[in-house]
């Protein structure tokens, strides 16, 4: 039987210290949000192999802070150097956000921030390198157990070591992020976090971001996490010039769509046995209403900040939507790089030939009320009117 997770901060603290060799976990607010999760460990129903994986994944984020921290200190000049106009894409998920972003990563005048690169930030070595740094080859490993375990992420997420992640992924270093609740069933971190402002979260983010580009400062970063749309506030704030682009897609198909995707972390942590899938319909519903009812609260405030991508356009015709948002922010698209996606994308065709796998009853939930809790976001965004098709 796995030890309790209750009164497990200092012993976790200290393994990831002797694992890293280091002991500065740097300053901010990320303490609170690792103690409240433990706090709550023990009550959210993991299996025996669940409960070592719940404990490595936190062991994993101290050591990735711990390895960060030290670099931020050895890379004081990349440490003071601005991020100008990162390009962000969000929106609900299973939006296209993951393709938008893969598909926007071809263009070589955009850096972001590899998957190996999200677990050990660093500033990014020469792709040459890349096979025998022993940083990647941990990453790897780690990602093909997860793929063994849940094979649907190749699918769904198109999760690969060396492209572009989402920074999710380094946010999720500060314990204060949709990381935590989306995986594990702890509702009381789950409401902390929605009520609690998350700009030191951000602000780690930009650091990371420097020390990743120190070798490459010049390029522009472009990012991908659908939960920003919860905190376009925090955002801006951190990053007052951003280039935001925010897909949208009818919460009717989306909404679902999450809770499938999401069967893999809480197979892994909890058995399949195990998952109470009323339950996960039910949060992920509200999260990414209360994510909507913020963003469009921002936008509201901030027009003009925003590019907003309709999933159903994206889906015909992926270049157009590209050269649109290009044309938005006023960025050269040119023409070796058109031709560069257009290749990407005949090699990466759609999987699904049809909008829609599954619906709120195939959860234990209702299309009712779905509709009804979105009822604003579809009427805004021109979903609603399918309704009467």
């Not at 993951?98 to 590899?114: I, M, N, R, Y």
């Not at 992920?284 to 907003?308: C, H, I, S, T, Y």
Request: with cysteine; proline share 7%.
């Amino acid at each position: 039987m796995a030890p309790p997770f209750s009164g497990s901060l200092p012993a976790l603290l200290a393994e990831a210290q002797r694992r890293a060799g280091l002991d500065d976990f740097g300053t901010g607010e990320w303490r609170e949000g690792l103690e409240r999760a433990l706090a709550e460990f023990d009550e959210a129903g993991f299996s025996p192999a669940g409960a070592i994986a719940a404990r490595e994944f936190l062991l994993a984020n101290l050591v990735a802070r711990l390895r960060t921290v030290e670099g931020f200190k050895a890379n004081p000049q990349a440490m003071a150097r601005p991020i100008v106009r990162p390009m962000i894409v969000t929106g609900i998920v299973r939006s296209g956000t993951t393709a938008l972003h893969k598909l926007l990563a071809v263009d070589p005048q955009f850096q972001g921030a590899e998957h190996w690169l999200c677990a050990a930030p660093q500033p990014r070595p020469p792709r040459a390198e890349w096979a025998d740094n022993p940083d990647f080859i941990t990453a790897k490993a780690a990602l093909d157990a997860m793929i063994a375990v849940a094979p649907e992420v190749l699918d769904d997420h198109g999760m690969a070591v060396d492209t572009v992640e989402e920074s999710l992924n380094i946010l999720s270093h500060c314990f204060h992020s949709n990381m935590l609740p989306s995986q594990f069933d702890i509702p009381r971190y789950d409401a902390w976090f929605k009520s609690t402002d998350d700009t030191f979260s951000y602000r780690y983010l930009a650091d990371v971001m420097r020390l990743i580009g120190a070798n490459d400062p010049d390029r522009t970063w472009l990012l991908k996490n659908p939960t920003d749309t919860f905190s376009l506030a925090e955002i801006l704030e951190v990053f007052p010039d951003a280039m935001i682009v925010q897909t949208h897609r009818d919460p009717l198909q989306a909404v679902p769509s999450i809770v499938n995707l999401l069967r893999g972390a809480h197979r892994m942590f909890r058995g399949e046995e195990n998952i109470d899938y009323p339950k996960i319909f039910a949060r992920e519903q509200e999260m990414w209403a209360l994510a909507m009812e913020r963003a469009d609260a921002v936008k509201d405030a901030n027009p003009g900040r925003v590019f907003d991508v309709d999933f159903r356009h994206f889906v015909k015709n992926q270049m157009e939507v590209v050269r649109k948002i290009y044309d938005h922010f006023g960025l050269e698209l040119r023409p070796e790089v058109e031709n560069a996606m257009q290749d990407w994308l005949d090699a990466h065709p759609r999987k699904s030939s049809t909008m829609q796998r599954f619906t709120p009853e195939d959860f234990g939930a209702s299309t009712e009320e779905l509709k009804q809790r979105y009822a604003a976001y579809r009427e805004r965004y021109g979903y609603a009117q399918a309704d009467g098709a």
